[in-house]
């Protein structure tokens, strides 16, 4: 794996900021796009943009062919049992929020829903609706499910971690017994770098008759990712976390819970027939795919995909994990260092804070030593509050990072550090 | 250029250690200011027809310019802190943290100044 070829895919990282050259090191919220991936979206624009599905000329037919082959990309790289399973969104936000609304409508409409297959556990709605996450989530998968319960009088239950930010799998449990409808979990947590045993929690919530769903946003880049196996219900990602353009992203969902949900948006695309008086919906997956969608970010997220994949993934996992231990070498001999999540198993990213200083000023200044990391709540206040500080300040890592950038990080932390003592 | 960024933040950090300090009695959710990193607390009041501020800050940057603007306003009237021209910050440097999609408290913190100005303007 030759990273400095790796690094002439990506020209953004090719500046300097403030006469410095530029160390992005904020992976976690948003990932550098390859040429190959501009490229494509670029191309399709250039030669093949059109409307699509309903479209009889070539064009349209073209985009169609090249949308729904994006969908079937999609679908392999996560091992989805049909196509049909993946429904393009914008991104993670918008498919939790497309869930925590479609099911809201289910459960308020007091459906009964019997025989569903997975454990043969049946699944009854009630009008009370119950959530249960866990104390580590972004907001993206807390505040849409907790507006939702609290919409229709029901109930947020909340799986507490470790100092380390470690899940109390007991805890989980017990909670689990209270007879949550759904369960949504973290696959990594962008702040902690956890890594949740996400088939374990599964499992268990099955047993206990629990619908399941994944926050895949900081994990679908970095590690291999298998519905099937994890046997999930749901599971939701965003593009641009992947080496993919802004404004697509997915849900994949189980087949008998997409049939059975709701549209979440309504209009073009997803209707069958229309009249006034009346209006039935389109099938699976178009059904949840409202109005025009993404075409050229879809084609960038399918290359992407392969971008991901052209490498041997094993091995940009040991890179990863070797920035991860050389930072955390490194800023360990920091005096009042302190590292939020030290889960034993974990992703690429290191969360600190130095006593004593405000990570706001850490990043301030290093910032002018052309390192980008992110500081302050992470979209994770739950998270900061329980660990009593103010914020961290982030670094995370991507496939064109370096150990030579990581000495970069480790020098500025150590002179902003005494700047600001 | 380098040399440039961190003298300037040397200085402001310098200047925040000068910070005149809210009185402990005001440091509390009535006098602060929240942004989603740094937070502020302001306090103001009016004596012979000027405004005094004090404020404090739990990071070190945004208590500098909070010195570098009470340094500017703090001793004015109110007339003159409602009419003073803040691209100053601008001039040296400092408008990002200023801007209104900055996280620390600062904007807002201005935006207490001014109104704390007015209200005084009114009960002259």
């Known amino acids: 794996m030759d990273v400095n070829e790796i690094r002439r895919q990506f020209p953004v990282l090719d500046q300097q900021v403030y006469g410095k050259p530029l160390v992005y090191l904020d992976n976690a919220a948003t990932t550098q796009k390859p040429l190959c991936v501009i490229e494509r979206e670029r191309d399709y624009y250039l030669h093949e943009n059109c409307n699509i599905h309903r479209g009889v000329h070539y064009l349209s037919q073209m985009a169609t062919e090249a949308y729904e082959n994006a969908r079937r990309t999609v679908a392999r790289f996560v091992n989805a049992k049909e196509a049909y399973e993946i429904v393009f969104t914008r991104g993670t936000t918008e498919s939790l929020n497309l869930l925590a609304t479609s099911f809201g409508h289910l459960l308020a409409s007091n459906l009964s829903l019997r025989g569903a297959e997975h454990s043969g556990a049946t699944w009854q709605s009630t009008r009370r609706p119950k959530v249960l996450v866990t104390a580590m989530e972004h907001h993206s998968n807390l505040v849409p499910w907790q507006q939702m319960v609290q919409l229709y009088g029901g109930e947020l239950l909340v799986a507490p971690m470790d100092d380390n930010g470690v899940l109390d799998l007991q805890a989980y449990e017990n909670l689990l017994k209270q007879g949550p409808q759904i369960v949504a979990m973290a696959h990594v947590s962008n702040t902690l770098a956890t890594i949740n045993p996400v088939k374990e929690m599964i499992k268990l919530a099955h047993q206990y008759g629990a619908i399941t769903v994944v926050d895949g946003a900081q994990s679908m880049a970095h590690l291999p990712i298998d519905v099937q196996d994890l046997d999930c219900d749901f599971f939701v990602f965003s593009g641009h976390k992947m080496y993919a353009p802004m404004g697509i992203g997915g849900l994949y969902g189980k087949t008998e819970w997409l049939e059975k949900m709701p549209p979440y948006q309504f209009g073009g695309e997803m209707v069958d027939t229309v009249s006034f008086e009346k209006t039935t919906f389109n099938k699976l997956p178009f059904k949840f795919e409202a109005g025009t969608p993404n075409v050229g970010a879809a084609l960038g997220l399918e290359t992407a995909i392969k971008f991901i994949e052209s490498f041997d993934r094993k091995a940009v996992a040991e890179h990863e994990e070797a920035l991860v231990a050389a930072t955390i070498a490194g800023l360990s001999k920091i005096e009042g260092m302190r590292f939020i999540g030290q889960a034993p198993e974990r992703s690429g990213l290191v969360s600190f804070i130095i006593d004593g200083i405000h990570p706001y000023d850490l990043g301030t200044i290093i910032d002018k030593m052309g390192v980008a990391v992110r500081t302050g709540h992470h979209c994770a206040e739950p998270v900061m509050t329980r660990f009593g500080i103010p914020g961290t300040v982030r670094a995370s890592f991507a496939v064109y990072n370096t150990l030579e950038e990581v000495d970069i990080l480790v020098n500025a932390v150590n002179r902003a550090a005494n700047m600001l003592r | ?124």
């Open chain 2, 1 to 124: 250029m380098f040399d440039d960024w961190m003298d300037r933040y040397a200085m402001l950090i310098e200047m925040g250690k000068e910070c005149p300090i809210i009185d402990e009695q005001y440091r509390n959710d009535q006098y602060l200011i929240n942004g989603c990193q740094s937070r502020v607390w302001l306090h103001a009041e009016l004596k012979d027809g000027k405004v005094y501020f004090t404020a404090d800050s739990d990071a070190v940057i945004t208590k500098g310019i909070i010195n570098l603007l009470i340094k500017v306003f703090s001793g004015q009237t109110p007339e003159d802190i409602l009419s003073a021209d803040l691209s100053f910050l601008d001039e040296i440097g400092l408008k990002e943290h200023l801007s209104p999609t900055r996280s620390n408290g600062l904007v807002s913190m201005v935006k207490q100044m001014m109104l704390y100005a007015e209200a005084f303007k009114s009960i002259q």
